[in-house]
């Protein structure tokens, strides 16, 4: 089963969607290959090291986008 993709319900704030838009934009990728990418780049990176990405997961962001 290693090529079958799972579908998952996700919600974002507008303002996170926006920006996570703007990237796949600028990387050539749609909003759900970017989301992709991002998953698979986080998990990939606590595999290496054994941490997460960001020590603050839980904590609501402030995105200073506009």
């Not at 920006?19 to 050539?28: K, L, T």
């Not at 759900?32 to 962001?61: A, F, M, W």
Request: charged share 35%.
């Amino acid at each position: 089963m290693a090529g079958k993709k799972k579908q998952v319900p996700l919600r974002l704030s507008e303002q996170l969607y926006n920006a996570i838009a703007a990237w796949a934009e600028d990387d050539f990728r749609s909003v759900n290959g970017q989301i992709e990418y991002l998953l698979t780049e986080c998990v990939r990176q606590r595999k290496k090291n054994g941490k997460y990405v960001s020590e603050h997961l839980d904590e609501p962001i402030e995105l200073d986008i506009e």
